[in-house]
């Protein structure tokens, strides 16, 4: 029932750009194989080839030892290779049971068979703890619970090959536990895995042995438990690696606030929240999926429907309503959701960066030159990975897509900036490099929020810790001493 996979002098060239050179190394059946590799390393193109949604430009995948040239996804699915994307790839405006089907419809006779199909579309939900109606629509779900459809979808499809790129960016603790027993039940039946993750502690709990790929190149594979992190860390970059997280600059507390939030109501997410960030400071916002931290973001932004008893930056009182108007005043967000909101992946890199600041660029014309120019300095700093600058964002792999969304909500030179989620899917070289930039923004004399769900993140980089639950502000801790233990029973409330 297992499958063997033999990559064979892989190339993959987009136009000019060659990606991966010459890719060559087996899959064991039945074992997890972790997938290692920076940023553009050519892993998530290199799974796309495997699973049928790109095709090699030149070598050979081998399955059970016979060459298959899959024409799409159906086809590798046919044969049991399924593949969890790592941006979703769900039609927002079907139901989950229909996206869980999708191109692959049950039928009665002539006619759907939407009842056959709801029913097991309950089934593989209840698998993978969503505890949501397979008649919903995607477009209604948050993104963590789109990606436990991802994966709902892949066991309805039998898969016996299953690829998962960066499948726990979006869970929380507990999704992601769940995700691990889930896991070891497909490994217990037989199933091949494949796993990428820039999460090198689940890396090394999970999986059986490790393959490193750097630069379109295959590097090196390694029993598991032979390596450690640091090693993993080392072989991906090529390079030794040091510290993650950069000193944290003391801020006095006679300095006044810059942003105060007094009794921030979103209904339904959020309930009387007060909090202040003051210049310099990194202020974390910790909790489980659901316990309304983006919500009450977006809340502030004006992206959803919100009471608020006062607003003030640098002590003055602020009405905005949409984030447009909050950008002016000089708060700026970086969602969550990059592929949705954050990033528009047919643009180009150009557009992208400046669309924040068109007031700046759009005055009274579009002028390339500066725009070129923003764009060029924007790469240097924030070591975005491009083959050129003409590309669409939807080019770039998945953490240089983090790195210019990061770009433009900093490009209006903003006095707050919120960042939901900064290095969801980032190699550990360029968390590193986005830890360092956030700390610069706040040296700067910036206010800045960040909300993840990587506790050590929020412990490691911010000066303090604010945890929600249930719609409310638990409690705002120094993160001096912090544990993550201490976190999670005040995101649980079971402090
Ligand atoms: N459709 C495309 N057109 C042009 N270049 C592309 C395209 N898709 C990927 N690339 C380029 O191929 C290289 C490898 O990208 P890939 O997405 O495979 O990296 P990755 O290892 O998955 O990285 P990440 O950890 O960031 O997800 C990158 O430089 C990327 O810009
Ligand atoms: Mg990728």
Redesign the pocket.
């Known amino acids: 029932m297992s499958l063997a996979i033999e990559f064979r002098d892989v190339v993959k060239a987009?136009g000019p750009?060659q990606?991966l050179h010459g890719v060559s190394f087996a899959l064991q059946p039945g074992r997890v194989t972790g997938l290692l590799?920076e940023?553009?390393?050519?892993?998530?193109?290199l799974m796309k080839i495997l699973s049928g949604y790109e095709q090699a430009t030149a070598g050979q995948v081998l399955v059970n030892g016979r060459a298959a040239r899959f024409k799409g996804s159906r086809e590798a699915e046919g044969e049991g290779i399924v593949l969890i994307h790592?941006e979703f790839n769900l039609a927002e405006d079907l139901t989950i049971a229909q996206n869980i089907f999708l191109g692959h419809e049950k039928k009665r006779g002539w006619l759907l068979d939407d009842a056959a199909m709801n029913r097991e579309a309950a089934d593989v939900l209840e698998q993978v703890g969503l505890r949501v109606r397979p008649e919903t629509p995607v477009r209604q779900l948050i993104v963590a619970e789109k990606q436990l459809v991802e994966i709902a979808k892949a066991l309805a499809r039998k898969a016996r090959l299953l690829i998962m790129d960066e499948p726990t960016a979006t869970l929380t603790p507990g999704e992601t536990e769940r995700l691990f027993a889930l896991i070891a039940q497909l490994k217990a039946a037989g199933v091949t895995l494949l796993y990428i993750s820039?999460k090198l502690d689940e890396v090394e709990r999970i999986t059986d042995e490790v393959v490193v790929m750097r630069d379109g190149r295959y590097v090196t594979r390694s029993e598991t438990r032979e390596v450690t992190r640091h090693q993993m860390a080392n072989l991906m970059v090529g390079r030794e690696t040091s510290d993650l997280y950069p000193p944290k600059a003391p801020v006095p507390s006679s300095v006044a606030p810059r942003l105060r939030v007094q009794g921030l109501t979103v209904p339904g997410w959020a309930e009387g929240v007060s909090f202040e960030v003051r210049p310099g400071e990194i202020l974390g916002f910790a909790g489980l999926v659901g316990a309304g931290r983006t919500e009450l973001f977006e809340g502030l932004l004006g992206l959803r429907p919100r009471t608020v008893e006062r607003l003030e930056l640098d002590g003055r009182a602020m009405r905005w309503r949409n984030p447009r108007d909050a950008a002016h005043a000089g708060l700026t967000y970086l969602s969550e959701d990059r592929k949705g909101k954050g990033l528009h992946v047919h643009f180009g890199l150009r557009e992208n960066l400046t669309l924040m600041a068109l007031s700046r660029y759009a005055t009274p014309w579009l002028k390339p030159e500066a725009e070129r120019q923003a764009l060029e300095e924007a790469v240097k700093r924030f070591g975005i990975?491009?083959?050129t600058l003409d590309?669409p964002a939807s080019?770039?792999?998945?953490?240089?897509q983090q790195k210019l969304a990061l770009a433009k909500v900093l490009h209006p030179d903003p006095k707050v900036v919120v960042l939901d989620e900064p290095t969801r899917?980032v190699?550990v070289g360029a968390k590193r490099d986005i830890y360092f930039l956030i700390e610069a923004l706040a040296r700067e004399g910036r206010a800045v929020i960040v909300i993840s769900s990587e506790l050590m993140e929020l412990i490691g980089l911010c000066h303090r810790v604010a945890v929600m639950r249930g719609g409310r502000l638990q409690a705002t801790l120094e993160a001096d001493q912090l544990t993550e233990g201490e976190l999670i029973a005040h995101a649980t409330g079971t402090h």
């Open positions: 987009f750009v990606v590799g940023n553009g390393a050519g892993k998530s193109t790592q820039h990975r491009t083959g590309n080019a770039l792999s998945g953490g240089n899917g190699d």
